[in-house]
């Protein structure tokens, strides 16, 4: 189960993170710049979203492209690979409208609110 050499120990699984999967959601339409992606991702600081799009960059999820232009405009978008955690998101979406409830009673009931 806790195999050293596991495969899982090199997977890039950012999508536990606190922002990637938010991000992922943000580029599911299309590419957005930075500023559009810093409206609907409210309380993230924009050093915590740059580090987060390089590390999704990094791994593969998205890809950024700085247009030659002026002012200069720099895009975000889903790669391929990226794309394939859509359906994850959903799933874990689910869950959480299933089960949002117990959590919540269990944290209530423990004395702790805490994320």
């Known amino acids: ?6 495969p899982s120990a090199d997977v890039p699984f950012r ?7 938010m991000v992922i959601r943000c580029l599911e339409g299309g590419p957005r710049r930075f ?6 991702i409210r ?15 990094r791994d ?9 232009e002026n002012p200069p405009r ?9 794309r394939t955690l859509l359906p994850l998101l959903d799933v874990a979406r689910e869950w959480s409208e299933a089960h949002l409830a117990g ?11 805490a994320s």
């Open 1 to 6: 189960m806790f195999d050293p050499a596991c």
């Open 15 to 21: 999508v536990g993170g606190k922002w990637s999967g």
């Open 35 to 40: 500023g559009e992606l810093r409206v609907p």
């Open 43 to 57: 309380g993230v600081t924009p050093k915590v979203l740059s580090e987060t799009l390089r590390a999704m960059e």
């Open 60 to 68: 593969g999820f998205l890809v950024r492209t700085a247009h030659d």
């Open 74 to 82: 720099v895009e975000y978008a889903l790669t391929p690979l990226g």
């Open 103 to 113: 959590v919540l009673a269990a944290r209530e009931e423990d004395g702790s609110d």
